[in-house]
């Protein structure tokens, strides 16, 4: 006896759309890249109550509790910072440069970083936690 095979249907898969998700994708990873870049640091603001709350400057160098040093959240060292900061101060109006220092870290040791951003024609603004009474 001879067995008689099913008709496979034919599926088909639009692919019109296949372009628009990648894209969408692509774009979701960029942004969620950028978003945690400086989750990640280990800082502990310093805190007075002389600080008003700021909103953050789109530049932003921060330094955690080893003593490293983050632009916009990607590693760096003394020597290669201030070029770094020129150049992307060049392009903006506002030379605004928002440091957030780790609070146990001596001045001796964050000085190079704000005379960095000097040298840079930046202006430090240097961030904390406001202690309420």
Known sequence: MRLQRRKRLD????IATMGDIAFLLIIFFILAT???RE???DVTPA???????QQLKPISITMDTEGLIYLQGDEKDVGTLESDLTRMLDSRPEK???VRIDKDI?????????MAVSKAGGTPNLTGTKIEE
């Open 11 to 14: 599926v088909l898969v639009p």
């Open 34 to 36: 950028t978003m945690i």
């Open 39 to 41: 989750a990640n640091l």
């Open 47 to 53: 805190a007075s109550r002389d600080i008003d709350k």
């Open 96 to 98: 605004i440069v928002t």
């Open 106 to 114: 001596e001045f001796e040791q964050f000085k190079p970083v704000l």
